[in-house]
């Protein structure tokens, strides 16, 4: 009589990642009855998303979301082997706050003195 045993996952931490920018994560996974796993990756609190394939290996962005200061996202994988068993692993990802940005520029001698320059800008604030 054979048995299935439940698969096991853990992905490390902690992690920290910039507003605006992606975090690579990996997971370890093993099931000692070799058999087919299934990942879910999931953002389970916080903002962010999750990039992926179905597989060990995961991108969090921050592309879309404005955490503030001081704030994190809950990232959850779960892991289904085909017997239907389950793992979970979770890790919280600190949300490093950017600072907002503005640029703007002129060509060298298309401005001069008494003109009036009309300016026009862009950007995202915090």
């Known amino acids: ?5 439940p698969p096991t996952v853990a992905f490390g931490g902690p992690y920290g990642v910039k507003e605006g920018e992606v975090l690579d994560l990996a997971a370890v996974a093993a099931d000692e009855d070799a058999s087919t796993l ?3 990756w999931s953002v389970v609190a916080g ?9 060990p290996n995961a991108t969090f962005s921050t592309a879309d979301g404005d955490g503030g200061p001081g704030s994190t ?14 793992a979970t ?16 520029s002129a060509a ?3 401005v001069y003195a ?5 300016l026009s800008f862009s950007g995202a604030t915090d």
């Open 1 to 5: 009589m054979t048995y299935n045993l």
């Open 38 to 40: 299934t990942y879910e």
């Open 47 to 55: 903002s962010g998303a999750i990039q992926t394939s179905n597989g």
């Open 73 to 86: 996202a809950l990232v959850r994988l779960t892991l289904t082997d085909a017997g239907g068993l389950m």
């Open 89 to 104: 692993a979770d890790a919280r990802i600190a949300i490093e706050n950017e600072a907002p940005s503005a640029t703007f």
């Open 108 to 110: 060298p001698g298309s």
């Open 114 to 118: 008494g003109e009036v320059v009309t």
